[in-house]
């Protein structure tokens, strides 16, 4: 009888610890990964040696650096469980270190985009000269080009924050400049598909559905990567160019484009 209690005993230990490996295991598929305390890294350190976590933190930045190639935001969940791995407790100062060198060796900034979603990117650091603080205002990529003209008809077409346009207007603007979105382009491929998933992926844009829409009818936004990177100011000026008025002219979009919003500070973002 005492064999079989600590038999099942001995059962229901395990059953916990595999119950709480899930847990752990869909705390990192789901995101929700939570900062250790200053005391636990406190403590985390202390039982590392600094060259440790200076190669964990190199490995951190080298990761960063190679999703940024693609402009791919870094969520947070898939860094700890890629990444950092084991040194989760000492996540604070891992990602503390990684900022120090984008800034001082890279000249960049790491910003955290989406605090729900723990979505990272890395933009150019405000102390380098204003040219490169926008790097869309004058992009030379085809691809990028083409991002700006979208991002251009939806500021210039929606104003506010937090408001889209039809995607049909995208659509039949991009026609007007001999881009289809229903053919093959020769530069940007198919187009509807680097608009709608590549620049979406990318956080430029968003593609939402339109609520009470029969046919089904979607809104494209600009993204919380656009709004650290591309200077609306900037926008208006090209278009008072463009249509020989000045950029005053709009009022309502000079408003938002002169707002106290930082280009830097994400919407949402403390």
């Known amino acids: 009888m005492a064999q079989r209690k600590r038999l099942s005993a001995s059962q229901g230990s395990q059953s916990k610890r595999h119950s709480s490996s899930l847990r752990s295991q869909e705390e990192d598929e789901d995101g929700s990964f939570t900062q250790p305390s200053v005391s636990q890294v406190q403590r985390g350190l202390e039982k590392l040696t600094p060259t440790q976590v200076d190669q964990k933190t190199a490995e951190v930045v080298q990761y960063i650096l190679m999703k940024d190639q693609k402009k791919i935001p870094v969520r947070r969940a898939d860094l700890v469980k890629h990444v950092v791995k084991e040194y989760r407790n000492v996540y604070a100062e891992i990602i503390k270190r990684a900022s120090t060198t984008f800034e001082q060796v890279f000249g960049l900034k790491l910003l955290e985009i989406d605090p ?36 251009s008809v939806i500021f210039m077409k929606g104003g506010m924050r937090g408001s889209g346009v039809r995607e049909t207007l995208i659509w039949n603007t991009l026609r ?22 590549e620049f979406v992926r990318q956080k430029y844009l968003e593609y939402v559905r339109i609520p009470h829409t029969e046919p089904l009818e979607y809104e494209i936004r600009w993204g919380p990567r656009a709004d650290v990177e591309v200077s609306k100011a900037k ?11 000045q950029p005053q002219s709009w009022t309502q979009q000079y ?14 973002q403390k």
């Open 116 to 151: 729900k979603n723990h979505l990272y990117i890395l933009v150019n650091n405000l102390d380098e000269p204003a040219p490169t603080a926008a790097p869309l205002v004058c992009p030379t990529n085809p691809k990028m080009g083409l991002l700006f003209v979208i991002l």
């Open 176 to 197: 007007k400049l001999r881009v289809d979105p229903g053919q093959k382009h020769e530069e940007f491929g198919d187009v509807k598909k680097l608009v709608t998933e």
């Open 235 to 245: 926008i208006l000026e090209f278009m008072g160019q463009l249509y020989e008025q």
């Open 255 to 268: 408003r938002e484009a002169h707002s106290t919003h930082s280009p830097t500070q994400p919407r949402g």
